[in-house]
């Protein structure tokens, strides 16, 4: 019996004289090549799932940092907010305290050139 067989590029072609021997050789090698080609098709699902899975999980991992981001750009414009704010109102408490002083009794008091400390100052030049 004279059997065709292909190359797996389908390229080639042979015909094989095939007695009993032969045949159960070439039917092994069938079923292994169709065992492979089974193997080869489990290794390419496996590898596409984990494909997919890898690709997911750096798009979750792309998306947690934009969010981070986000918060970090809104509660940095707050803080730039308070920054504004205080510095204003130290400039408004800056201006109050300089008119404050020609009025004030604890800046003319003598006992201010003295070293102690502020609270004897206060409670000393207050009127009583």
């Known amino acids: 019996m004279f059997i065709a067989v292909m190359s797996e590029g389908g390229l080639e072609s042979e015909l094989l004289h095939v007695n009993a021997n032969s045949l159960s050789i070439y039917r092994r090698c069938e079923s292994q090549s169709s065992e492979d080609d089974d193997k080869k098709l489990k290794r390419r699902e496996k590898n596409r ?3 997919q899975r890898s690709r997911k999980k750096q798009t979750q ?6 969010e981070e981001y986000e918060g970090l750009e809104q509660e940095n414009s707050s803080l730039k907010k308070e920054v504004q704010r205080l510095t204003e109102e ?31 100052i206060i409670s000393s030049c207050l009127p009583r």
Do not use: F, G, Q, W
């Open 49 to 51: 799932v984990a494909a």
């Open 61 to 66: 991992k792309a998306d947690k940092l934009h």
């Open 90 to 120: 130290r400039r408004y408490l800056t201006e109050a305290l300089k008119a404050h002083e020609p009025h004030c009794p604890l800046v003319h008091c003598p006992m201010n050139l003295m070293p102690i400390s502020r609270s004897d």
